[in-house]
């Protein structure tokens, strides 16, 4: 089967404009059939982003819950799968939002999220992005893997796109710790936007 006979997968699979009706009407078995087509897609998004598959799974239910209840915002200016993939990563951000200021209630002045103390050269690049602080990892991937633009993650975040970029750089840099990368070597290279996913090992290194 030649590439552009492949049906579509994850975000990209097309819905139905009839399914589409029913599940704005509020059909149960509508919704159903939606949540089935796209539930390993925005799963897999969560569990990159969030810290443990507890907590992705949880907010797995909530962003379709989101979507559901939001769904007559969704005008068709792209794909169904795409609009439901900024309603779950808004959903992820705001979880580690939250989760960054209840750590600071009981530690304002320390780093939240420390990365841990790990034998640089002993680590792949997989553990290492398990390893960065959440939010930096969360930007990076909707940046580089979701290819969402600095200014779209900004406006997910309600931030300018300079913290955007400023929690990319953040990430890159950890990387380069990390790695043992020095200043002025080659980086991890960018995943390009589309490319398959790296394997659920990469998050996996940490625990709920």
């Known amino acids: 089967m030649d590439k552009e006979s492949r049906p579509a997968t994850g975000f990209a699979q097309p819905l139905e404009p009839e399914l589409l009706v029913r599940a704005r009407a509020g059909e149960r078995a509508a919704q159903g059939l939606i949540y089935r087509r796209y539930e390993q897609a925005v799963y897999n998004l969560l569990r990159r982003m969030v810290d443990c ?24 200016d792209a794909p169904f799968g ?32 420390e990365v841990p103390s790990f034998d640089v050269h002993q680590l792949d690049l997989e553990r290492a992005l398990a390893a960065l602080p959440a939010l930096p990892r969360a930007v990076l991937w909707l940046y ?5 633009t ?5 406006h997910l975040n309600g931030k300018t796109e300079s913290f955007s970029k400023s ?3 953040r990430a890159h840099q950890k990387l380069r710790e990390l790695l043992g990368v020095k200043d002025g070597a080659a ?5 390009a936007s589309g490319s398959a996913a790296p394997p659920m090992a990469l998050a996996a290194v940490t625990e709920c």
């Open 187 to 191: 980086g991890p290279r960018p995943a």
């Open 144 to 148: 580089h893997v979701e290819g969402y």
């Open 82 to 113: 795409y609009w439901l993939r900024a309603v779950a990563a808004s959903r992820a951000l705001m979880h580690l939002r939250g989760r960054r200021r209840f750590l600071e209630l009981f530690a304002p002045d320390a780093e939240v999220d």
């Open 150 to 154: 600095h200014g779209e993650i900004a």
């Open 167 to 169: 929690q990319l750089a």
């Open 53 to 76: 598959a507890d907590n992705a799974a949880d907010l797995m239910q909530d962003s379709f819950l989101d979507a559901f209840a939001r769904i007559h915002q969704y005008r068709g």
